[in-house]
């Protein structure tokens, strides 16, 4: 049974840096991609970056690019969100999700397992 456990939301000021951790169990963690999506009330989920099972591709919904990092550490079981310059319209709750494949995919249907996600509030 595979579990991701996100982490590293909070409130944060506009212009603020933030990184989200999630930390899986329970499967080979490097075997597979890892995504990153948000979703705020009533919208469906967003993509915005995903990374393959060795760390070396990642993809970037046009969004975000240049502004949010995904990286893993597969020792630590561990992938990461970096974001940068936070806004306001960042406001939602964020989930990393797991996909049994190697390959990074921007479809969430694609992900086979989703943590319960952490809000990250921006103020103005």
């Known amino acids: 049974q595979v579990q991701l456990v996100e982490s590293g939301g909070g409130l944060v000021q506009a212009g603020d840096s933030l990184r989200l951790s999630c930390i899986a169990s329970?499967?080979?963690?490097?075997?597979?991609?890892m995504g990153w999506f948000r979703q705020g009330p009533g919208k469906g989920r967003e993509f915005l970056a995903a990374i393959s099972m060795s760390g070396g591709s990642q993809v970037y919904a046009d969004s975000v690019k240049g502004r949010f990092t995904v990286s893993r550490d597969n020792d630590k079981k561990t992938v990461h969100l970096q974001m940068n310059n936070v806004e306001p319209e960042d406001t939602v709750v964020y989930y990393c999700a797991e996909r049994l494949d190697p390959i990074p995919n921007h479809r969430d249907p694609s992900y086979d397992y989703w943590g319960q996600g952490t809000q990250v509030t921006v103020s103005s």
């Open positions: 329970g499967r080979a963690f490097g075997s597979y991609a």
